[in-house]
């Protein structure tokens, strides 16, 4: 079994890479409906649609191109590479609606910055070409 480390990520919104990433986390989950009727002693749960959502977490980099591409409100071409974006490689691509941006710093650290986003439709993985 192949295992990576997590510098060999890569995020991209649109086509520009987005740059001085430190994380980035996806969830994928099947929203759920209670199918449970009366007389019945245990709860009964199916799926109805599924649904994605996540963040990236980088240092700010006000003339990075691919951090200007990231505006709350706006939807945005997100592609996630967990194992680097040479071919042959797999990676998570989609439409994703940002949802939030957050920007931090403390005395003694480097200005972060951070968006959130959930997914707007499907969520494929592809090959790099």
Same mark, same amino acid.
């Given at each position: 079994?192949?295992?990576?480390?997590?510098?060999? *990520?890569? =995020?991209? $919104? !649109?086509?520009? /890479?987005?740059? %001085?990433?430190?994380?980035?986390?996806? &969830?994928?989950?099947?929203?759920?409906?209670?199918?449970?009727?009366?007389?019945?002693?245990?709860?009964?749960?199916?799926?109805?649609?599924?649904?994605?959502?996540?963040?990236?977490?980088?240092?700010?980099?006000?003339?990075?191109?691919?951090? *200007?591409? =990231?505006? $709350? !409100?706006?939807? /945005?071409?997100? %592609?996630?590479?967990?194992?680097?974006? &040479?071919?042959?490689?797999?990676?998570?691509?989609?439409?994703?609606?940002?949802?939030?941006?957050?920007?931090?710093?403390?005395?003694?650290?480097?200005?972060?910055?951070?968006?959130?986003?959930?997914?707007?439709?499907?969520?494929?993985?592809?090959?790099?070409?």
């Amino acid at each position: 079994m192949a295992t990576h480390k997590g510098k060999e *990520g890569a =995020v991209k $919104v !649109g086509a520009n /890479v987005v740059g %001085e990433v430190t994380s980035f986390e996806i &969830s994928i989950k099947a929203n759920e409906v209670d199918t449970s009727t009366l007389g019945s002693d245990w709860t009964g749960t199916d799926s109805t649609q599924n649904s994605w959502s996540g963040s990236v977490d980088m240092f700010y980099d006000p003339d990075d191109t691919g951090q *200007g591409g =990231v505006v $709350v !409100g706006t939807k /945005v071409t997100l %592609e996630l590479y967990y194992e680097g974006d &040479s071919t042959g490689l797999d990676y998570d691509t989609g439409s994703a609606l940002v949802t939030g941006v957050t920007k931090s710093q403390s005395y003694d650290g480097m200005v972060k910055t951070s968006f959130t986003f959930t997914g707007d439709g499907v969520l494929t993985t592809s090959t790099v070409a």
